[in-house]
């Protein structure tokens, strides 16, 4: 079966910027799209990035999202950290007639 | 704009069946997209259940396929998950979601615990 990969945490200081991996355990990762989500607490998850790198309307660009083809592994990249970032994070994508989410990534901005 | 609103019994009771029921508005269940339930343990992290397309064609979690069933009620604008066989490890908050091969637009989930 199709999995995702993520850290389990990361943590960095405001201001700066991080980078979240979520790696493909088979085939391609570019075959599909691969989506990141935001969830706070108590809330519901909200979208991030879509469609590998889209951003909705309202997300902030700071906010960008990537394919590695060659690592099999799709990143979010959050610049210029703010303390509201902290939240946890979940990649998505699909493959063999299964959706799948990552196991998510606790980011600590202290 | 979709709206998603999930309903149902909060507290059901070890080896019964988990009925939840999601009701769309805004957009019509038989025109197109997938509709998907997710669940997510309290501390734990997103999993998948499965999904029915707006033809009818299902897709389940292999994990949890012997014990799930999704349906369309398209005269009520809504979609039902039914999971057997209950235990304790179910108990989670129950997300239902609108879907295609990119984003989900979320429901804002309801827990349901697993208890006698």
């Known amino acids: 079966n199709f999995m995702l990969t993520q850290p389990h945490s990361v943590s960095e200081s405001p201001g700066k910027t991080v980078i979240i991996s979520c790696t493909g355990s088979?085939?391609?990762?570019?075959?599909?799209?691969v989506q990141w989500y935001q969830q706070r607490p108590g809330s519901a998850p909200t979208t991030v990035i879509y469609?590998?790198?889209?951003?909705p309307s309202g997300v902030p660009d700071r906010f960008s999202g990537s394919i590695d083809s060659s690592s099999n592994s799709a990143s979010l990249t959050i610049s210029g950290l703010k303390t509201e970032d902290e939240a946890d994070y979940y990649c998505?994508?699909?493959?063999?007639?299964?959706?799948?989410f990552g196991g998510g990534t606790k980011l600590t901005v202290l | 704009q979709v709206q998603l609103q999930e309903s149902g019994p909060g507290l059901v009771k070890p080896s019964e069946t988990l009925s939840l029921t999601c009701t769309v508005s805004?957009?019509?269940?038989?025109?197109?997209?997938?509709w998907g339930w997710i669940r997510q343990p309290p501390g734990k992290g997103l999993e998948w259940i499965g999904s029915?397309?707006?033809?009818?064609?299902?897709y389940y979690n292999p994990s949890l396929k012997s014990r799930v069933t999704i349906s369309l009620h398209t005269s009520k604008n809504q979609f039902s998950l039914n999971l057997s066989s209950v235990t304790a490890a179910d108990t989670a908050v129950y997300y239902c979601?609108?879907?295609?091969?990119?984003?989900?637009?979320w429901g804002q989930g309801t827990l349901v615990t697993v208890s006698s």
């Open positions: 979601a609108r879907h295609d091969f990119g984003d989900f637009d």
């Open positions: 805004g957009y019509s269940i038989s025109i197109n997209y997938y």
């Open positions: 029915i397309y707006h033809y009818g064609n299902t």
């Open positions: 088979s085939g391609r990762i570019a075959s599909n799209y």
């Open positions: 469609e590998n790198n889209q951003r």
């Open positions: 998505q994508s699909y493959g063999s007639s299964n959706w799948v």
